[in-house]
């Protein structure tokens, strides 16, 4: 499909990737952005449309395919990351937090706005996932189980919503430069790379992107030793 003259909705658009989102979508030709926020205040764009969206609520969620009936694309983009391994002390909350919004909200955002989709002829549907939906890395441990869980049901989606002409999109990267990465010391891609490499994906019809070269080698690596993702285990 073309993003040129699209209809779409991101959330967490406010800041960081989702932000992003809106400025490159709107460079490729989008005719209107539904920009998604828990606050919609913190919208600052003038050429966005601002909608009341916390994923975690079943109200806002139902509102917001109500009031973006005519949307052809959604972005499911909103996510947090509280960095808390299996061991933390506040493992469980945290771990709780980042199922809710990561894949419980992805999941009900996909399924208030199956039917709008449906309705606009097909359209499509991008889940933003990570490099951390196939490998585990222990000091945010809960984060990498959420992203693994909304990988799973990415690949349901798109299995069910095939028959109504849905193409399901599941974006895969590192480290981005945004506020989730502040406090740490690596290389970073720019967000709007990976924006890109997502529309991109969009136009050709391509059901996933490997935003850069981590990702391409992870997911290689599933298919090896798992001593091979997790070097250390073989080392000691
Ligand atoms: N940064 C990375 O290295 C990286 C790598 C791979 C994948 N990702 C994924 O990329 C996506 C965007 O992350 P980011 O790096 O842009 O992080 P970010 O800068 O922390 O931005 C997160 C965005 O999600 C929103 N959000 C959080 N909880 C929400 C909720 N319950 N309902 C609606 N919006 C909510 C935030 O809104 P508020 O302003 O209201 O908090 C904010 O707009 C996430 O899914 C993340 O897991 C990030």
Redesign the pocket.
Known sequence: MKIEGSTVLV????????HAFTRVLLDHGASKIYA????PG?VRDADVTPVR????SMTDVVAAAESCADVTIVVN?????TGSSVLAVDALDAGRREMD??VF?TLAVSRAFAPVLAANGGGALVN????LSWLAAPSTALYCAS?AAAWSITNSLRVELHAQGTLVVGVH????D????AGIDAP?LA?ERVARSTLDAIEAGRTEVLADDISRQVKEALAADVGVLYPMLAAS
Do not use: Q
């Not at 959330?11 to 989702?18: C, I, M, Q, V, Y």
């Not at 983009?77 to 990351?81: F, K, L, R, T």
């Not at 990267?173 to 981005?176: E, Q, V």
């Not at 945004?178 to 990465?181: F, R």
């Open positions: 959330t967490g658009a406010n800041r960081g990737l989702g998604g926020a828990r606050d913190s969206l916390d994923v975690t983009n909103a996510g947090i990351s919004t990561n909200g933003v996932l990570s490099v992203k990267c590192a480290y981005l945004t506020d989730m990465t970073k967000p």
